[in-house]
């Protein structure tokens, strides 16, 4: 009997807050405000493409004092701590030990806004949290997706009917996930991605961060 089994697996996570409607509404009120600041909370040194109707932060936001980023961090690094403890099979003791760095910042993207091809060097995790999805054009259905890569860059050298229609986990495709409020996805820190053309009304508001580990 044949089996068939994946090899290379791809490691994601994703989760929910329990009551993001007043977080978000907080967060909201916060990442505006701090937008209309102009260049005194941007990022000093943007790398990555993107054009003028995204406003990217610097990379301290999980430092902040206010409330709201509190129980924002607070969520989002537990979420990340559950997820290294499952993968590596770390009981309660040793997940106490784990120490993380961080870096966050939050982006703001209006009509038409994108972000390029990037990954996050310098950390093992990463993670998107959704703040507010802005409204979507129905007849945009990829509009402002969070698209990641497919790694595997060498199945698509050639495509027939041996490959083209490959079933979940093992499809040829890239993966888009147009996010929700609440919504945390945590994803391998080198794992390319970027963001689509947002062609919706509002705002398009998410929170981004990296880690790395140590022990204590």
């Not at 990555?48 to 980023?69: D, K």
């Amino acid at each position: 009997m044949l089996q068939i089994k994946g090899l290379f697996p791809v490691p994601f996570g994703f989760d929910q807050h329990p009551n993001p409607v007043p977080l978000n509404a907080a967060l909201r009120r916060l990442f505006i405000a701090r937008e209309n600041e102009g260049r005194r909370h941007a990022n000093p040194g943007p790398i990555t493409l993107r054009n003028e109707q995204v406003f990217e932060s610097h990379f301290q936001l999980f430092s902040w004092s206010e409330p709201e980023i509190a129980e924002l961090r607070d969520f989002c690094l537990s979420r990340v701590a559950q997820m290294v403890s499952e993968l590596n099979g770390y009981d309660e003791a040793t997940r106490r030990r784990l120490d993380m760095k961080t870096d966050a910042w939050f982006h703001v993207t209006r009509r038409n806004g994108f972000f390029g091809v990037h990954n996050h060097p310098l950390a093992s995790w990463s993670g998107v949290y959704c703040v507010a999805a802005g409204q979507h054009d129905a007849n945009q259905p990829d509009s402002g997706l969070l698209n990641f890569l497919h790694p595997h860059i060498g199945q698509s050298m050639y495509i027939d009917p041996g490959n083209e229609h490959f079933k979940a986990p093992f499809s040829i495709q890239n993966y888009g996930l147009s996010l929700q409020p609440g919504q945390i996805v945590l994803f391998p820190s080198w794992l390319l991605h970027q963001v689509l053309p947002f062609y919706g009304e509002a705002e398009r508001i998410t929170v981004a961060f990296n880690c790395s580990l140590s022990m204590r």
